[in-house]
């Protein structure tokens, strides 16, 4: 029997709320409905008093989640979209992220933004966030690619004595699936070799490393052989084994569904520049969505992000460089 993303991160909240009588989830329509998506379906029913439904105010909830969490709590917020988090934004990044280091109280709660786009969802429904919270210190920044990650790294979200932001990408929900949930897993903060390569390392992280596999299985038909690195975390960010694949390359290309102003990819490619530049045989490559809000008819949607074509294009590029 298999088990898709969505039903990895409802499982796994069932664990946390089973395992710990701390642990609540807050959000709206999570309780009644089961969310937006249904991530927490049949939850409040098994665990009566502890899946609530919020007013509809992002601001409200988060707050109300730091003060809950001072008194011993662990909270799971769920945000219906990424996008909406920004409402929030000032409780999660001046109170949430800041309380450990001016009161020594940590701040153990865990945000989830159902990020990226879908066909047909338009601006408001398809951002991705997560370049923006990793420039705060405080915050965790999870960005699970698989449904191992999206099981394990929620549970530890959920342990963490750190406020997580964790990213699950929308388009994974039910287009992604694994034949069981894994009992052990890599750490947060510790990336993932996806594919082995010699000839050209792709980083990527979340839906965009299907992207990256993608294009790797083409060009391996043609005898190129892509590395691809699944950062998993981008807050913390695993560079050394990022260094280690490059300098085994020669070549990099970073691959982010988000924008490309000063976003993971960014980061990343500066990153190698300074600290791994004897490596590098061409130029480090990025591509990113382009630069515009994401377009609501879904064949611009497809044109306006990045694609395994796309990356097969850009790494024939360089290649030969």
């Not at 969490?69 to 999660?92: K, L, T, Y």
């Not at 390569?197 to 190129?224: C, W």
């Not at 000063?262 to 600290?275: F, K």
Request: proline share 7%; net charge negative.
């Amino acid at each position: 029997m298999s088990v898709t993303y969505l039903e990895a991160i409802r499982e796994a909240q069932a664990v946390a709320l089973r395992s710990d009588p701390r642990v609540y989830i807050y959000g709206q329509d999570i309780a009644r409905h089961g969310g937006a998506f249904k991530a927490t379906r049949d939850l409040a029913r098994l665990f009566p008093g502890r899946v609530l439904d919020s007013p509809i105010s992002e601001d409200a909830m988060v707050g109300s989640a730091v003060g809950a969490e001072i008194e011993g709590m662990r909270p799971i917020v769920e945000m219906q979209f990424a996008d909406f988090s920004s409402v929030g934004f000032n409780q999660i990044v001046n109170q949430a992220a800041t309380l450990y280091w001016r009161t020594g109280v940590p701040c153990p709660i865990t945000i989830r933004l159902p990020s990226g786009g879908n066909p047909g969802s338009g601006p408001f429904h398809s951002q991705n966030l997560e370049a923006i919270y990793s420039h705060f210190p405080g915050l965790v920044v999870m960005t699970p690619a698989t449904v191992e990650d999206a099981y394990s790294m929620l549970l530890e979200a959920v342990r963490l004595d750190d406020p997580v932001i964790y990213c699950e990408h929308k388009f994974l929900y039910n287009r992604l699936k694994a034949d069981s949930l894994p009992e052990n897993n890599l750490p947060t903060g510790q990336a993932r070799v996806a594919r082995s390569g010699r000839d050209v390392t792709v980083v990527a992280y979340s839906a965009m490393v299907h992207e990256a596999l993608a294009a790797a299985n083409k060009l391996a038909q043609e005898g190129l052989e892509v590395e691809v690195i699944d950062l998993r975390s981008v807050k913390p960010l695993d560079l050394d084994t990022v260094l280690a694949s490059v300098a085994r390359t020669g070549r990099l290309l970073c691959v982010a569904e988000a924008w490309p102003w000063g976003g993971v990819n960014a980061e990343v490619v500066a990153r190698v520049a300074a600290e791994g530049f004897e490596f590098l045989d061409a130029p480090p490559l990025r591509i990113n969505s382009i630069d515009t809000p994401a377009p609501y008819n879904p064949k611009l949607w497809a044109a306006h992000k990045p694609s395994s074509e796309l990356i097969v294009r850009k790494l024939r590029e360089l290649i030969v460089w």
